[in-house]
């Protein structure tokens, strides 16, 4: 699904001309199969995100290639990317990352309002999502009026209602209690076994590791040697 070769990655600081070279990757090669829970693990600023923000498009390598679903994307111009990110990925993040202006209802439909599906398919998508994060009382209400936990199932259902492939997370728990990082990280692997849906998330916590197929570690921007984990049941 995901191919990462020879990646390396740095950030220029400061003014032009006197800017500071500070690398952040370094010769990452990682393949990432279908249908598979991979959890990047390692320390505040060993590249973790960054590394998630190559694989989704958001940043460009100054060195290697990366392949999504047989497709070399590394060259494509931000539009292409903003078009195969629609078609391939869908998003989870820490801060949930909620248009605080729109609705619950609004934030899960707004991918299918960007690919342009009509509005009665686009409300039978979004309602079956709502059921199945079970938030069908909660549609009307906005970010604001939400718990944390709510929150963050609107936002793994609006990373679902395309049906994406791909989904990337970056620290999905991070802002959660304990019972509900349980109740997401069940969610997530039931839609991975019965939906087959490829996760890749990033994360510091040893619960959400667990869930994983493997884990591959980074430090000081270099991969370690993963390992399957197979030990988390619904």
């Given at each position: 699904m995901?191919?990462?070769k020879g990646v390396s990655h740095q950030f220029n600081i400061g003014?032009?001309?006197?800017?500071?070279?500070?690398?952040?990757?370094?010769?990452?090669?990682?393949?990432?199969?279908?249908?598979?829970?991979?959890?990047?693990?390692?320390r505040s600023g060993s590249g973790k995100s960054t590394l998630l923000n190559l694989m989704s498009g958001y940043i460009r390598p100054v060195k290697g290639e990366i392949h999504v679903?047989?497709?070399?994307?590394?060259?494509?111009?931000?539009?292409?990317?903003?078009d195969f990110r629609l078609r391939h990925f869908g998003f989870m993040f820490q801060s949930f990352q909620l248009i605080p202006s729109m609705t619950a209802y609004e934030n899960i439909e707004l991918p299918?309002?960007?690919?342009?599906?009509?509005?009665?398919?686009?409300?039978?998508?979004?309602?079956?999502l709502m059921e199945r994060v079970d938030l069908h009382d909660y549609a009307g209400h906005y970010p604001g009026e939400l718990s944390g936990g709510q929150q963050q199932r609107v936002s793994v259902a609006r990373a679902l209602v395309l049906n994406p492939p791909i989904v990337l997370a970056d620290e999905p728990t991070g802002s959660l209690d304990s019972e509900n990082e349980m109740q997401l990280l069940?969610?997530?692997?039931?839609?991975?076994?019965?939906?087959?849906?490829?996760?890749?998330?990033i994360t510091?916590?040893?619960?959400?590791?667990?869930?994983?197929?493997?884990?591959?570690?980074?430090?000081?921007g270099r991969l370690k040697p993963g390992k399957e984990q197979v030990t988390y049941e619904v």
């Amino acid at each position: 699904m995901i191919e990462v070769k020879g990646v390396s990655h740095q950030f220029n600081i400061g003014k032009k001309g006197s800017e500071k070279i500070v690398p952040v990757l370094h010769e990452i090669n990682l393949h990432i199969k279908k249908r598979e829970i991979v959890a990047i693990v390692g320390r505040s600023g060993s590249g973790k995100s960054t590394l998630l923000n190559l694989m989704s498009g958001y940043i460009r390598p100054v060195k290697g290639e990366i392949h999504v679903m047989g497709e070399q994307v590394t060259h494509l111009s931000e539009g292409q990317w903003a078009d195969f990110r629609l078609r391939h990925f869908g998003f989870m993040f820490q801060s949930f990352q909620l248009i605080p202006s729109m609705t619950a209802y609004e934030n899960i439909e707004l991918p299918l309002v960007l690919q342009g599906m009509d509005t009665l398919k686009r409300k039978l998508r979004v309602q079956e999502l709502m059921e199945r994060v079970d938030l069908h009382d909660y549609a009307g209400h906005y970010p604001g009026e939400l718990s944390g936990g709510q929150q963050q199932r609107v936002s793994v259902a609006r990373a679902l209602v395309l049906n994406p492939p791909i989904v990337l997370a970056d620290e999905p728990t991070g802002s959660l209690d304990s019972e509900n990082e349980m109740q997401l990280l069940g969610l997530i692997h039931e839609l991975n076994r019965e939906r087959g849906t490829t996760f890749v998330i990033i994360t510091h916590d040893e619960q959400v590791a667990a869930i994983a197929d493997r884990t591959v570690a980074l430090a000081d921007g270099r991969l370690k040697p993963g390992k399957e984990q197979v030990t988390y049941e619904v």
